[in-house]
């Protein structure tokens, strides 16, 4: 079993859904990273987060420290959130960042 | 100016051919790292440079050789590779190492857009 485990791996939506995506981890960790990473390679930071919730634009991301989970949700998706999305977990115990295998999300127009 | 900034974008090299990948970052980190990410994979860590001196290797093989000149520079000096390292070359950079025990962590981390590495 991973230490990080992501779901769903694959999404696929149409433009103006509400998305969610999950994630859990089993590790102690002082802080959570959501990434998104487009065809091509570069990888953005979107969230990194230790507790409660933080908003972006149309971006969610809220963590439960007791539960060990996390969740990113888009509101009103667009084609130009189609990306993985990663979701990465500092230990406390550890100076790497360990990652979730990722979530491919198509949104159709 | 919150951009890493990684060269080339492509590289397509032989087994015997020596090369470099160069990263650069202006925003005053003093962190910079390189992860290998293969198709459909997470990012690996291959090092971790912490105050221009390398304080993680995770094992790496020494074909893959880092260098660090100063505080705003990353090379990745490449020589007699294998067409397994063909991959994806992230990479990234942050205020300072992550510390453990959680305290004062200030981890988060600044990518660039990668150079796309080709072993024939």
Known sequence: ?109 | DTEVTQTPKHLVMGMTNKKSLKCEQHMGHRAMYWYKQKAKKPPELMFVYSYEKLSINESVPSRFSPECPNSSLLNLHLHALQPEDSALYLCASSFSVWESGGSGYTGELFFGEGSRLTVL
């Not at chain 1, 960790?29 to 987060?49: K, N, T």
């Not at chain 1, 500092?90 to 198509?106: A, D, H, I, V, Y």
Request: charge should be neutral.
């Open chain 1, 1 to 109: 079993k991973n230490e990080v485990e992501q779901s769903p791996q694959n999404l696929t939506a149409q433009e103006g859904e509400f998305i969610t995506i999950n994630c859990s981890y089993s590790v102690g960790i002082s802080a959570l990273h959501w990434l998104q990473q487009h065809p091509g390679g570069g990888i953005v930071s979107l969230f990194m987060l230790s507790s409660g919730k933080k908003k972006h634009g149309r971006l969610i991301a809220t963590i439960n420290i007791q539960e060990k989970h996390s969740s990113l949700h888009i509101t009103a998706s667009h084609p130009r959130d189609s990306a993985v999305y990663i979701c990465a977990v500092k230990e406390t115990s550890g100076s790497r960042l360990t990652f979730g295998e990722g979530t491919q999300l198509t949104v159709n127009p």
